[in-house]
């Protein structure tokens, strides 16, 4: 009890001493514990990055751990916003925490700045002038994947994602864009390890290719088993199974995979260039597709602030709405449902030296903005 | 839906069952021996597999990383066993669940620490690569079939233990009666750490069997511990033969469950709902089974009164 006390304590001195800053004060609920790490550390790494690039010393980032649970997440949403009196909010990874927490803080008033987590309800009928979305909607790469599809002559592909929001928004952006026969549709569970069963269907189904949305771990446990399986049929998925956090621990199974992706280390512009190399330099690793949305969203960020003050809501949101930030994609703009505009781009595992990467071998749709903006009305 | 597809999820179910068993075995020896809710035992899982990938990944030997799975979780059971677990013997079990849940939070951290937040790669060694016929035409991975014959080797060695060894008679006894078997001049202690350490290095094994098909990362034996409870609890808490077949229902009815449920209600509604119903059943399957068990047998299959 007594250490509570004086931890509480301490907390109060912290918050005090944070309430003389001027400037802009940013609360970071990402997932720094348990399975999901992975995802919240490389956007944590990306946005503090680029907050330490701006060399401003008038953003204060509060981050906060929501070990990727939605009530945790909710509590510290309550927190940040009551007694850390933050400004802006950012850094949620998995959309039913996102569900969870946004509708309550930007119905409070302050801006949400979405580095990862897209849902569809959050894209249409339940949009919000406060809310932005710098990664994706979570449809989009997904409508990439079904396009490629079409384009390399699958006709008969067997779908499967888990069994949430951004898993039912996966294989509903796929279908949209995916012309062929399906060969069978599975939702697995959340968090699920093992998929002998599902492979086993696939392999009964008489499919000629596979299209998967598991995120993290799951997709190491799929493609590593699909691998053993000795299936051999062509796979095709978003980025987020092939990112370069896990690339090296799904080996070899990953070579020669296609997936689709917003961002990638190749994509030629100044400023991606200099993001990898100063990440690299940084922390020692290859950036991350999340590690970029967390580095543009900062960006994103301190371009608003450069012409507006926060305290002036509706001038802040037309900076923020302007997007004149350089981002790691190149192109950046936001639709009207503040959700990106941007190309989505295929890219292929490969292999360079001992590390597991990607690298784009062609684009998957142009300027691509997501079909839930019509039922969007600010 | 073909025989082969059907005969090809029966062998899944039995694989995930026997390395449940591997898991539930040391959680079970624990809780009947000791009357110790272990949380921990997941931990323990991961050390395993943590302990498997990493020298596997030092030394390319994909054996020496079994052995070093015994080994590692055998040796963090003994400590923990010595350290913490052995002044909760004595306590109730909220303060044992409240120690151990700690010493998972322990463990995920100190792991997270030495070893990063990215999943570990451990692969499946070149000779149990690939697959192989079975007869009637199913093609199965050689990897899990190994699991299989391994498992079932472990379970035979271990009901031999159990049934015929000096040890096996006096882990029996420590169940019955353990102010008994003190007085009859067996160092109780000793006992308990051996057994506790059995456990823990049974987990950890089928920590990093199944490491080298899934993902190595932090957190990764939580999910299988409550399966191991619901497994423990079916077969009835402290019985080995109930562990076995409770591990082997829970994987049957696990794996089947989310194969049949989805086209069983494919029958009865349109595609697209019976797919999200079936999915949704699905992952409710074992919690039922256990309800049921329960019903009618409230001790679990094997449990004694």
Redesign the interface.
């Known amino acids: 009890m007594k250490m509570r006390s004086l931890l509480l304590a301490a907390g109060f001195v912290a918050v005090a001493a944070g309430a003389q800053a001027e400037g802009v004060k940013v609360g970071m609920i990402t997932t720094l ?3 999901g ?2 995802l919240g ?1 490389d956007v944590r790494d990306g946005f503090m990055l680029a907050v330490a690039q701006s060399g401003r010393s008038d953003i204060e980032v509060v981050i906060e751990d929501d070990q990727r649970k939605p009530d945790v997440a909710v509590q510290l949403a309550d927190k940040m916003i009551q007694s850390e009196k933050v400004d802006v909010l950012t850094g949620i990874i998995w959309s039913n925490l996102a569900m969870a927490v946004v509708p309550g803080v930007v119905a409070q008033g302050k801006f949400y700045l979405s580095p990862n987590a897209g849902p569809s309800q959050l894209a249409g009928k339940g949009c919000n002038k406060n809310y932005f979305n710098v990664a994706w909607q979570n449809d989009n790469l997904h409508e990439a994947a079904g396009a490629y599809a079409n384009g390399a002559g699958h006709g008969k592909t067997f779908i499967l994602a888990p ?1 949430y929001p951004a898993g039912t928004d996966a294989l509903t952006g796929f279908k949209r864009f995916y012309k062929g026969d399906l060969a069978g ?5 959340l ?1 699920q ?2 998929y ?3 492979i ?2 696939i ?2 189904s008489g499919a000629d290719s596979v299209f998967f949305f598991l995120p ?3 997709g ?2 799929f493609l ?2 699909y691998a ?3 299936l051999g049929l062509p796979v095709v998925g978003p980025a987020f199974s092939f990112d370069q ?2 690339l ?6 990953a070579l020669g995979v296609k997936n689709t992706s917003q961002w990638n280390k190749d994509i030629d512009n100044a400023t991606n260039a200099a993001f990898v190399a100063s990440f690299q330099a940084e922390y020692g690793r290859l950036p991350s597709l999340y590690a970029s949305q967390g580095f543009d969203t900062a960006n994103l960020l301190i371009s608003a602030m450069g012409k507006a003050d926060v305290a002036d809501a509706d001038a802040f949101r037309a900076a923020l709405e302007a997007a004149d930030f350089a981002s790691t994609r190149g192109d950046f703009a936001f639709a009207s449902n503040h959700h990106p505009i941007q190309n989505i781009y295929v890219r292929e595992v490969i292999k360079e030296g001992d590390v597991f990467t990607n690298k784009i071998i062609g684009l998957a749709l142009e300027n691509h903005a997501d079909v839930y903006a019509a039922d969007c009305k600010m | ?2 025989f ?2 059907l005969a ?2 029966t062998l ?1 179910g039995l ?2 069952g026997v390395m449940l068993f591997l898991m539930a075995a040391g959680l079970t020896l624990v809780f009947g021996v000791m009357g110790l809710i272990n949380l921990a035992h997941g931990s323990l899982y991961m050390v395993g597999a943590f302990a498997a990938a990493a020298v596997a990944g030092a030394t390319g030997s994909f054996l020496l990383g079994l052995v070093a799975s015994l080994v590692c979780a055998a040796f963090a059971g003994v400590l923990i066993e010595v350290l913490v677990i052995r002044r909760l013997y004595e306590r109730d079990h909220l303060e044992q669940v409240l120690a151990t849940f700690a010493l998972i939070l322990i463990f ?2 100190g792991t ?1 620490w030495v070893f990063g ?5 451990l ?2 060694p070149a000779w149990l ?3 192989v016929t079975l007869p009637f035409g199913i ?1 199965y ?1 050689v ?2 079939l190994a699991i299989i014959l391994v498992g079932l080797a472990v379970a035979l060695g271990l009901f031999w233990m159990i049934a015929r060894t000096r040890i096996g008679i006096r882990i029996r006894a420590g169940e019955n009666d353990r102010e008994m078997i003190a007085a009859l001049g067996v160092n109780i202690s000793l006992l308990y750490t051996f057994v506790f350490a059995l456990g823990a290095a049974l987990a950890g094994f089928a920590g990093a069997m ?1 490491g ?9 034996g939580e ?1 299988v511990l409550i399966l191991a409870f619901v497994v423990i609890v079916i077969g009835g808490i402290g019985s080995i033969k109930g562990a076995f077949v409770g591990a082997l229902l829970v994987g049957l009815t696990e ?1 089947l469950g ?2 049949l449920l ?1 086209e069983f209600f494919k029958l009865l509604m349109e ?2 709902a019976a ?2 119903v079936g ?2 059943l ?2 409710m399957s074992i919690y039922l089974l256990m309800a049921a068990v329960l019903l009618f047998r409230p001790r679990g299959l094997f449990g004694s009164a």
């Not at chain 1, 090296?248 to 199974?253: C, D, L, N, P, T």
């Not at chain 2, 937040?117 to 790669?121: D, E, K, N, V, Y």
Request: aromatic residues 6%; negative net charge; without cysteine.
């Open positions: 514990s348990g399975g790490a992975g550390i069994n549709e599975i939702y697995t569970k968090g390890t093992d002998a069963g599902e086993a269907q392999r009964a993290g771990g799951m190491i446990s590593k088993q053993g399986s000795g956090g896990i090296q621990a799904v080996g070899e199974a | 839906m073909s082969t597809l090809e999820q899944n694989q995930f995920s951290e997270r937040s990215f999943p570990l790669f692969d499946t690569g690939g697959t093609v991975p990897y899990r199944i080298a098909i899934q993902s190595v990362q932090v957190g990764m999910p794996t989310r194969f989805p595609p697209s797919i999200s999915a949704s699905a992952s």
